[in-house]
C-alpha cells in the first residue's frame, strides 16, 4: 500500500513494474540499505526512457544493443525483428475495449551472439546466462507507453533471495515507512516479511543440497557482544529471547526431518537406485550434518543460547538435546562414509566392463562388502547391508538390460539373442552364489576369539527383484527357443505317398508361427520391464498359440513316421524334427512311436543274423565264403564283416541320439 502511495506521488510517472523498485526514488519511502548493498538497489532502481517506457539498468550496454536502439529522433521506439507491431484490440459490443491477456516476449544472446526470441511465459534456454523480458500489462493500450522491460538472471532463486534479503526486508521492515498504520499492522506485515525471508533462505538450502538454519530477527550483530560483559542482557533487543525460542523449534523440525531420513527410501519408492545412490547419500549426509552443526555451534548462535541461560528458558534443555543428535548423527554419517568409500573402485570397474566380463569383478565387489560389515560400527546392521545388496542387484539389472537391448532383443539374430540371455542367465546366477558362499564363510574375516556376526535375513530380501527378473528373462528365453525351433519349419521336406500333403502342413504351421511371432517386432515396449503387463499378455497369447502349434506339429509326425518304409527314412524324419523332439506335446508323440521304432531295429537286427548265418552255410558248403568280384581272400572277408557290422552299429548310434530315448 505504501509502495502505491509513494507511486501516486511521483506527479506525472505511470509506472507498472513486478518488482517494486521505487524505493530510491521515492521520497516517502526510507531504507536502511548499508552502502555495500547500493550496487543491488541500482539495478532495480525505476527510470523513464524518452517515451516513457520504463527500463532497466542494464549490466552490460552490448544486451540493450542487441535488440536495437532504444528510440528514434520521433519518440517511437524502433519495432524488434520478428516481433508483430501492437495494435489497439477491437472495441466490445456497448463500446468497451475486451481485456487483453498478458503478452510477454523473452529475449537473450545465442552461444554464437544470435538474438534468440521467445514468447513468455517459459523460461529461455539453460543455455543462456541472462535474458530480457517485454511484458504488455492486460487492458494496456498500443504503443510503447505501456511496455515493461527488465532482465532475468540465469539463477532466478538466488536473484529472488537477494532482491527479499537486500530490498524487500529493509523496506517493509523499517519503522519510518509505517507512519499512518495501526501497530498491529504494522507488526503483522513484520512477521510476514521475516517469515517470507526465512522460507526463501530454508527453499535456497534445500536446492543446494544443505539445511540453512534461519536466524531469528533482531539477533544481527549478537555475534559482537562478549558474553562475559556484565551489561550483556542489557545490549541484547528484548525481543529476540522469544524469537530465539520459536527459531529452536522451527530448526527442531529442520532437523528432526534430516535424521528422519534413510537410504532406504528410494528403494521404499520404487525407484530402484544403485549402489551409487547409498555411496551420495551418505556423503551428502556427511556435509549437511556438518554444515548443521557448524551453524548449531557458530558464535553467534552460542550467544542466542547464552541469552536463553541467562532468562532460564525451559528451551535450553531442547537445545542442548538437539545437538547431541546432530553429533551423533553426524558421527555415525562420517563412519558409514569413510567405511563406504573404498566401494568406488569395485563399482567403477563393473560399470566400464562389458556384462558378459563382469562375472570375475563379483567376487572382489563382495569382497568388500564383507569388509564393511566386519569393521564398520553404523553399517553392520542387517538393514542396511540388504538395501546395498539390492542396491548392487539393481546394478547388475541396469547393465544387463543394457547389454542386452530391449529394443532390438526379439527383433534381431535369434541365435545371438539367445545366446546373450543365456551370458545373462549364468552371471546373474554366479551372483546369488557368491553371495550364498560369502554368507556361509562370514567367518573368516574375524579375528580368531571375535564375535562373529551372521546375516540373519532371508535372502529373499535380497534378491526379490532380481528373481523377478531372471522370471521375465525365463521368458524372452522361452520366446527365443521357441522362435529358433519354429524357423526350421520352413527346410523341412517329407518323402513317400503323402509327403506332398504334409510338407503343405508344416508349410501353413510355419505361416502362422510367423505371424503370431511378428508382434513382438512391431512392438515398441520394454520387453524386460517388470511393470510391463502388455508384454506378459502378448507372451501368453502367443504360447497359447504354440501350443496348437505343437499339437498340430505332433500329428505331422505321427503321419510321416507312419508312412515310413524303413528305419533310414525314420532317422531322417528324426533328424529333421532333431529340437522339435524337446518340445513337451511332439516329445509325447514321438514317444508312443518308440516302441514301434525299437520292433523295427530289431527286425533289422534279425535280418542282420540270417544274413551272417547264410553267409557262413553257403562258406561251409563252398568251401569259401562268398566275397565281392576281384578281391583277395582275407582282404573280402574283412571288408564284408565290415560292412554288416556298419548295418548294425549305424542305426543303433542313431538310436543313442533320440532325446529321451
Given at each position: 500500500m505504501q509502495v502505491r502511495r509513494c507511486r501516486e506521488r511521483q506527479a506525472g510517472l505511470r509506472d507498472r513494474t513486478c518488482l517494486c523498485p521505487l524505493w530510491k526514488n521515492s521520497p516517502g519511502l526510507h531504507s536502511e540499505l548499508p552502502a555495500e548493498r547500493a550496487g543491488l538497489g541500482a539495478r532495480f532502481r525505476g527510470c523513464t526512457s524518452g517515451a516513457g517506457m520504463r527500463d532497466t539498468n542494464w549490466n552490460s550496454r552490448s544486451e540493450a544493443a542487441a535488440l536495437g536502439p532504444p528510440s528514434h529522433p520521433s519518440g517511437t521506439r524502433e519495432r524488434l525483428p520478428g516481433v508483430p507491431r501492437a495494435t489497439a484490440a477491437p472495441p466490445a459490443p456497448g463500446g468497451r475495449r475486451k481485456k487483453s491477456a498478458l503478452a510477454a516476449l523473452l529475449a537473450w544472446r545465442g552461444p554464437a551472439g544470435e538474438l534468440g526470441l521467445r514468447p513468455g511465459p517459459p523460461p529461455p534456454p539453460p543455455s543462456a546466462a541472462k535474458a530480457l523480458f517485454f511484458l504488455r500489462p492486460p487492458g494496456a493500450g498500443p504503443g510503447p507507453a505501456e511496455l515493461l522491460c527488465g532482465d532475468l538472471p540465469a539463477e532466478p532463486l538466488a536473484h529472488f533471495a537477494a532482491l527479499v534479503e537486500e530490498v524487500i526486508v529493509p523496506i517493509l521492515t523499517n519503522r519510518k515507512n509505517h507512519q499512518g498504520w495501526p501497530r498491529v499492522v504494522s507488526q503483522d506485515i513484520i512477521r510476514h516479511v521475516h517469515s517470507l525471508k526465512s522460507t526463501v533462505f530454508k527453499v535456497v538450502g534445500q536446492v543446494k543440497g544443505k539445511t540453512l538454519l534461519p536466524l531469528p530477527p533482531g539477533s544481527e550483530g549478537i555475534e559482537d557482544i562478549d558474553p562475559k560483559n556484565e551489561k550483556f542482557l542489557e545490549l541484547i533487543n528484548k525481543s529476540l529471547v522469544h524469537a530465539t525460542e520459536s527459531a529452536i523449534i522451527d530448526w527442531s523440525h529442520q532437523i528432526q526431518r534430516v535424521l528422519k531420513k534413510e537410504s532406504s527410501e528410494p528403494l521404499l519408492q520404487g525407484s530402484n537406485p544403485n549402489p551409487r545412490v547409498e555411496l551420495e547419500f551418505w556423503k551428502n549426509?556427511?556435509?549437511?550434518?556438518?554444515?548443521?552443526?557448524?551453524?548449531?555451534?557458530?558464535?553467534?548462535?552460542?550467544?542466542?543460547?547464552?541469552?536463553?541461560?541467562?532468562?532460564?528458558?525451559?528451551?535450553?534443555?531442547?537445545?542442548?538435546?538437539?545437538?547431541?543428535?546432530?553429533?551423533?548423527?553426524?558421527?555415525?554419517?562420517?563412519?558409514?562414509?569413510?567405511?563406504?568409500?573404498?566401494?568406488?573402485?569395485?563399482?567403477?570397474?563393473?560399470?566400464?566392463?562389458?556384462?558378459?566380463?563382469?562375472?570375475?569383478?563379483?567376487?572382489?565387489?563382495?569382497?568388500?562388502?564383507?569388509?564393511?560389515?566386519?569393521?564398520?560400527?553404523?553399517?553392520?546392521?542387517?538393514?542396511?547391508?540388504?538395501?546395498?545388496?539390492?542396491?548392487?542387484?539393481?546394478?547388475?539389472?541396469?547393465?544387463?538390460?543394457?547389454?542386452?537391448?530391449?529394443?532390438?532383443?526379439?527383433?534381431?539374430?535369434?541365435?545371438?539373442?539367445?545366446?546373450?540371455?543365456?551370458?545373462?542367465?549364468?552371471?546373474?546366477?554366479?551372483?546369488?552364489?557368491?553371495?550364498?558362499?560369502?554368507?556361509?564363510?562370514?567367518?573368516?574375516?574375524?579375528?580368531?576369539?571375535?564375535?562373529?556376526?551372521?546375516?540373519?535375513?532371508?535372502?529373499?530380501?535380497?534378491?526379490?527383484?532380481?528373481?523377478?527378473?531372471?522370471?521375465?528373462?525365463?521368458?524372452?528365453?522361452?520366446?527365443?527357443?521357441?522362435?529358433?525351433?519354429?524357423?526350421?519349419?520352413?527346410?523341412?521336406?517329407?518323402?513317400?505317398?503323402?509327403?506332398?500333403?504334409?510338407?503343405?502342413?508344416?508349410?501353413?504351421?510355419?505361416?502362422?508361427?510367423?505371424?503370431?511371432?511378428?508382434?513382438?517386432?512391431?512392438?515398441?515396449?520394454?520387453?524386460?520391464?517388470?511393470?510391463?503387463?502388455?508384454?506378459?499378455?502378448?507372451?501368453?497369447?502367443?504360447?497359447?498359440?504354440?501350443?496348437?502349434?505343437?499339437?498340430?506339429?505332433?500329428?505331422?509326425?505321427?503321419?510321416?513316421?507312419?508312412?515310413?518304409?524303413?528305419?533310414?527314412?525314420?532317422?531322417?524324419?528324426?533328424?529333421?524334427?532333431?529340437?522339435?523332439?524337446?518340445?513337451?506335446?511332439?516329445?509325447?508323440?514321438?514317444?508312443?512311436?518308440?516302441?514301434?521304432?525299437?520292433?523295427?531295429?530289431?527286425?533289422?537286427?534279425?535280418?542282420?543274423?540270417?544274413?551272417?548265418?547264410?553267409?557262413?552255410?553257403?562258406?561251409?558248403?563252398?568251401?569259401?565264403?562268398?566275397?565281392?568280384?576281384?578281391?583277395?581272400?582275407?582282404?573280402?572277408?574283412?571288408?564284408?564283416?565290415?560292412e554288416l557290422r556298419a548295418r548294425i552299429r549305424g542305426p543303433l548310434e542313431r538310436l543313442r541320439h533320440i532325446p529321451r530315448l
Open positions: 549426509r556427511c556435509d549437511d550434518l556438518e554444515g548443521i552443526h557448524s551453524q548449531l555451534t557458530s558464535r553467534k548462535v552460542r550467544n542466542m543460547l547464552e541469552v536463553l541461560e541467562r532468562v532460564q528458558s525451559i528451551y535450553v534443555p531442547a537445545f542442548q538435546n538437539m545437538l547431541m543428535d546432530v553429533e551423533a548423527a553426524l558421527s555415525e554419517a562420517q563412519d558409514i562414509d569413510l567405511h563406504l568409500t573404498p566401494l568406488q573402485q569395485p563399482l567403477e570397474d563393473i560399470e566400464a566392463a562389458e556384462f558378459s566380463k563382469v562375472k570375475p569383478l563379483l567376487v572382489p565387489l563382495l569382497h568388500v562388502v564383507c569388509w564393511i560389515w566386519v569393521t564398520s560400527k553404523h553399517y553392520s546392521v542387517p538393514l542396511r547391508i540388504v538395501v546395498l545388496l539390492q542396491e548392487i542387484c539393481n546394478l547388475l539389472i541396469q547393465q544387463a538390460v543394457v547389454y542386452l537391448s530391449p529394443e532390438d532383443l526379439l527383433k534381431g539374430e535369434m541365435e545371438e539373442s539367445l545366446g546373450k540371455v543365456q551370458t545373462v542367465f549364468d552371471i546373474l546366477n554366479a551372483f546369488k552364489g557368491a553371495v550364498e558362499e560369502r554368507r556361509e564363510n562370514l567367518h573368516v574375516y574375524y579375528e580368531p576369539g571375535q564375535e562373529v556376526r551372521k546375516w540373519d535375513f532371508h535372502t529373499r530380501l535380497v534378491f526379490a527383484r532380481l528373481d523377478s527378473f531372471l522370471k521375465r528373462l525365463e521368458m524372452v528365453k522361452g520366446l527365443l527357443t521357441t522362435a529358433l525351433d519354429l524357423t526350421q519349419l520352413e527346410k523341412m521336406e517329407f518323402g513317400g505317398m503323402k509327403g506332398k500333403a504334409l510338407g503343405q502342413q508344416v508349410l501353413d504351421v510355419y505361416e502362422e508361427f510367423q505371424e503370431g511371432y511378428q508382434v513382438f517386432s512391431e512392438r515398441t515396449y520394454d520387453c524386460l520391464d517388470l511393470a510391463n503387463v502388455e508384454f506378459e499378455q502378448d507372451a501368453l497369447a502367443f504360447q497359447r498359440k504354440v501350443e496348437d502349434i505343437d499339437r498340430r506339429l505332433g500329428t505331422v509326425f505321427t503321419q510321416a513316421f507312419s508312412d515310413a518304409v524303413d528305419l533310414e527314412h525314420i532317422f531322417k524324419l528324426l533328424a529333421m524334427f532333431r529340437n522339435l523332439l524337446e518340445r513337451p506335446v511332439i516329445a509325447a508323440a514321438a514317444a508312443d512311436k518308440v516302441p514301434v521304432l525299437l520292433s523295427m531295429f530289431s527286425s533289422a537286427l534279425d535280418q542282420a543274423r540270417l544274413i551272417y548265418a547264410g553267409h557262413t552255410q553257403a562258406g561251409l558248403q563252398l568251401g569259401f565264403p562268398p566275397l565281392h568280384k576281384n578281391v583277395p581272400p582275407v582282404a573280402g572277408a574283412l571288408g564284408w564283416a565290415r
